[in-house]
């Protein structure tokens, strides 16, 4: 009795390797198969570059977030004064700070005073939010301390100020100028509360990365934030970070109950939460639209196989009578689809990562084209376009392609396998 061949035997890999290398006359096969293997590599090519896009633009937007932002801010409730006024600020603010920091996965707990005022030099005017911090704070700030585009010296914070390069940009204003901060609430007299302006040294620049932040952020020593917002002894909020901000939810229990039951929490999830909800639907829209893309282009090699199948009804029912089985003459035509499908998503995934890895060069000659302008930081919120490439999109990717592949090729092959030889040969 004859031994019956293992699956995807050598034979099987030769016949499926002719087949690919249609001649002349079946040139309509080849040109099938290079539109399938253009197709799944474009499709592919599409979906690692959109799906490296959206992890940078999410690993930029939230590394801007915690590196220039609380990742869980302290407030007070507040308690109504006998003039009917709701007072918010913490006047126990070092020892609730130093009682945070002590809470296991603290790295620095802050006092803050914040208030929005004017920003004035010469004829130019901006509006800035102000943040009083200590000099030993603000250094643990990695948007501010560590910006790499910052100028100044950081140790010179107590005899000034320390604004964004937006802010300088806006007021035109360089290290050693001097700019004006304009509150309407500041010094009480008999005749009313009239605005207190004061002129203070910049001593330091910062880029953080985001546009918001840059152009609206400024950092004032805390004790002169006090005396310029009228809140000698107190402070209005704590800004505390945390070793893990990806785990701040559980963190900010421990932070509560650690301030006890008079504070409350708000974390960068909460403030930023409706624009990361807003990403992670745009994100698995993209994905299934350009999973769609990939269908499309596997669906060629269905085109391309039929087409094959037709044209070698013969070979196959000559291959039948000689005695190769249903079964091979399946894996036959799988092979010529699959290796299609498998050369295209390796070329799309080459591609693909050239792209992620390459962006800012791509981007720049891009903007080049278009006459610059093509992307406005005011807009989007950060100053270039981000990729960053994951090992998990490219693996699923890369399954996806293959699975789509490997499935469509299925029902031509075994249309191939279940061809009658009689009916094959019948008119040869």
């Known amino acids: 009795m004859a031994k019956t061949p293992p699956p995807f035997s050598r034979f099987e890999w030769i016949i499926a390797w002719r087949y690919l290398r249609a001649r002349k006359a079946e040139g309509g096969v080849s040109v099938m198969t290079w539109i399938s293997l253009i197709g799944i590599t474009l499709a592919v090519f599409a979906l690692i570059a959109t799906l490296a896009v959206r992890s940078g633009f999410r690993s930029e937007f939230v590394g801007t977030i915690l590196g220039a932002n609380a990742h869980v801010t302290l407030y007070s409730y507040g308690e109504v004064t006998g003039a009917g006024v709701l007072d918010r600020s913490l006047t126990e603010y070092e020892a609730l700070a130093e009682t945070v920091a002590a809470v296991p996965g603290v790295t620095r707990a802050a006092p803050l005073v914040k208030g929005q005022v004017m920003a004035n030099l010469r004829q130019r005017n901006a509006g800035v939010e102000v943040f009083g911090i200590s000099a030993e704070d603000i250094k643990g700030i990695p948007g501010v301390a560590q910006s790499e585009e910052a100028l100044g010296d950081l140790a010179r914070f107590e005899d000034g100020i320390a604004i964004g390069s937006g802010v300088a940009r806006e007021l035109g204003v360089g290290l050693g100028g001097k700019i004006k901060l304009i509150s309407p609430n500041g010094v009480k007299t008999a005749f009313g509360t009239s605005p207190r302006v004061n002129a203070y040294e910049v001593v330091y620049i910062f880029t953080a990365g985001r546009w918001d932040i840059d152009r609206t952020r400024v950092y004032l020593p805390f004790a002169e934030a006090q005396s310029f917002f009228n809140r000698e002894g107190a ?120 792209f992620a890895l390459y962006i800012d060069p791509i981007f720049s000659f891009v903007n ?61």
Do not use: H, Q
């Open 368 to 428: 080049y084209l278009m006459g610059g302008g093509v992307w406005d930081p005011s807009i989007r919120g950060i100053y270039a376009l981000p990729a960053e490439l994951r090992p998990g999109d490219v693996l699923s990717a890369v399954a996806l392609s293959l699975g789509l592949s490997f499935f469509v090729t299925i029902f031509p092959a075994r249309r191939a396998a279940r061809l009658n030889p009689v009916e094959a040969l019948r008119y040869e």
């Open 235 to 354: 402070a209005d909020e704590i800004e505390v970070m945390v070793e893990d901000p990806e785990d701040v939810d559980a963190m900010a229990a421990a932070i509560l109950a650690a301030a006890g039951g008079t504070a409350g929490v708000w974390t960068w999830r909460d403030a930023s939460g409706g624009f990361l909800r807003a990403l992670e639907v745009e994100d698995n829209v993209m994905f299934i639209i350009l999973s769609i893309l990939v269908l499309i282009a596997a669906m060629n090699i269905v085109s391309g196989l039929i087409m094959l199948v037709k044209n070698k009804g013969r070979d196959i029912g000559i291959l039948r009578t000689i005695g190769l089985s249903e079964g091979s003459v399946m894996r036959v035509f799988f092979i010529c689809g699959a290796f299609t499908g498998v050369l295209g998503t390796l070329f799309g995934v080459l591609l693909g990562c050239l």
